[in-house]
T-cell receptor
Framework: DAGVIQSPRHEVTEMGQEVTLRCKPISGHNSLFWYRQTMMRGLELLIYFNNNVPIDDSGMPEDRFSAKMPNASFSTLKIQPSEPRDSAVYFC????????????FGDGTRLSIL | RKEVEQDPGPFNVPEGATVAFNCTYSNSASQSFFWYRQDCRKEPKLLMSVYSSGNEDGRFTAQLNRASQYISLLIRDSKLSDSATYLCVVASDKLIFGTGTRLQVFP
């Protein structure tokens, strides 16, 4: 069975550019989560969706970050404009139900903003 | 105080040793608890859920102490392949990951 699929695996771009990260959750899962991981701050929850609806976006750093989930099988995380401090590994995860079920993570997107 | 705290380690142990990690949490209303494992440059993967009565999966034992607000993970008979970072996860109205405890098992 396919797991959570993220793309791209790696992204290197210059500051000021728009970055779009993509995620396909496991089929049948109705909750989707976006995380950011850095050495300094560890794994941080940015936003999560339940049945395609954003439930908690309190972890989104600032207005430069936005996330959408237009349907049950696709989500995007967009950064515009990007800054060097956004460099991190971004993970997408999905689960059957909100917060009390184990989550399955994608391979992550390694983002470097120059 | 952080919502979820872990000793970052590293814990360096020889093969065959028993090692234990603790994780403390601050929200007494927390409902669900998990241990995840993360290998270097890989995604976190669920190791085991933590149940109120404690639970065991092979060489791994997880326990929850609600009174003292901590969870623990015990690994018996350590293998080289157990070398990884172990993240504790606490869920209440939101999901909080600890920063992880690094384990290095040496021959």
């Amino acid at each position: 069975d396919a797991g959570v699929i993220q793309s791209p695996r790696h992204e290197v771009t210059e500051m000021g550019q728009e970055v779009t990260l993509r995620c396909k959750p496991i089929s049948g899962h109705n909750s989707l989560f976006w995380y950011r991981q850095t050495m300094m701050r560890g794994l941080e929850l940015l936003i999560y969706f339940n049945n395609n609806v954003p439930i908690d976006d309190s972890g989104m750093p600032e207005d430069r970050f936005s996330a959408k989930m237009p349907n049950a099988s696709f989500s995007t995380l967009k950064i515009q404009p990007s800054e060097p401090r956004d460099s991190a590994v971004y993970f997408c995860a999905s689960s059957f139900m909100q917060l009390n079920q184990p989550q399955h993570f994608g391979d992550g997107t390694r983002l470097s903003i120059l | 105080r952080k919502e979820v705290e872990q000793d970052p380690g590293p814990f360096n142990v020889p093969e065959g040793a028993t090692v234990a990690f603790n994780c403390t949490y601050s929200n007494s209303a927390s409902q669900s608890f998990f241990w995840y494992r993360q290998d270097c440059r890989k995604e976190p993967k669920l190791l085991m859920s933590v149940y109120s009565s404690g639970n065991e999966d092979g060489r791994f034992t997880a326990q929850l102490n609600r009174a003292s607000q901590y969870i623990s993970l015990l690994i018996r008979d350590s293998k080289l392949s157990d070398s990884a970072t172990y993240l504790c996860v606490v869920a209440s109205d939101k999901l909080i990951f600890g920063t992880g405890t690094r384990l290095q098992v040496f021959p």
